[in-house]
T-cell receptor
Framework: DVKVTQSSRYLVKRTGEKVFLECVQDMDHENMFWYRQDPGLGLRLIYFSYDVKMKEKGDIPEGYSVSREKKERFSLILESASTNQTSMYLC????????????FGPGTRLTVL | RKEVEQDPGPFNVPEGATVAFNCTYSNSASQSFFWYRQDCRKEPKLLMSVYSSGNEDGRFTAQLNRASQYISLLIRDSKLSDSATYLCAGGYGNKLVFGAGTILRVKS
């Protein structure tokens, strides 16, 4: 079974703090993704990576950065957290060939006060 | 217009009913399609892939209509445990685009 883990289930931070969210997958998947999910808006892609040290902006990259130093690990960084970044953050991974199904981690519910 | 659209529902159905959801996509280049199930405050989990010829997995049937650019999910003999949000997804290359989800509530 594919396993995607995320560093925290719940996180509370203050405005202006730097926030690190980490994701690890154990299936040797090439692709990794960061989404945020908000009521009524669905899943929105923040960034994705198709290889180590490679990254591409998704639909809403503003206010976020990412790091992929190892194949199994993909980090999302909020340089200076703001209240509008309060959300559920979901990491996913997939293969780069064949079917594109993505497998998700359990999510991190981030609250920025 | 959103790239992938779903009726948000909720669909309220009695146990044992048959219910169907549709999902339309606007990008004709999309090649891969999936249905995911998401329980409250949990992550989306892959329910089934959608193949061009249609496919069935127990009580669940998925169909793809490329001409009209929609996919569908049919659930037969609904169970209380089917209550969840169902997300459709379509994509090409390395990315998927997800719909916002359809809420299903199965009541006894």
């Amino acid at each position: 079974d594919v396993k995607v883990t995320q560093s925290s289930r719940y996180l509370v931070k203050r405005t202006g703090e730097k926030v690190f969210l980490e994701c690890v997958q154990d299936m040797d998947h090439e692709n990794m993704f960061w989404y945020r999910q908000d009521p009524g808006l669905g899943l929105r892609l923040i960034y994705f990576s198709y290889d180590v040290k490679m990254k591409e902006k998704g639909d809403i990259p503003e206010g976020y950065s990412v790091s992929r130093e190892k194949k199994e690990r993909f980090s999302l960084i909020l340089e200076s957290a703001s209240t509008n970044q309060t959300s559920m953050y979901l990491c996913a991974s997939s293969r780069t060939s064949g079917r594109l199904e993505q497998f998700f981690g359990p999510g991190t519910r981030l609250t920025v006060l | 217009r959103k790239e992938v659209e779903q009726d948000p529902g909720p669909f309220n159905v009695p146990e044992g009913a048959t219910v169907a959801f549709n999902c339309t996509y606007s990008n004709s280049a999309s090649q891969s399609f999936f249905w995911y199930r998401q329980d409250c405050r949990k992550e989306p989990k892959l329910l089934m892939s959608v193949y061009s010829s249609g496919n069935e997995d127990g009580r669940f049937t998925a169909q793809l209509n490329r001409a009209s650019q929609y996919i569908s999910l049919l659930i037969r003999d609904s169970k209380l445990s089917d209550s969840a949000t169902y997300l459709c997804a379509g994509g090409y290359g390395n990315k998927l685009v997800f719909g916002a989800g359809t809420i299903l509530r199965v009541k006894s």
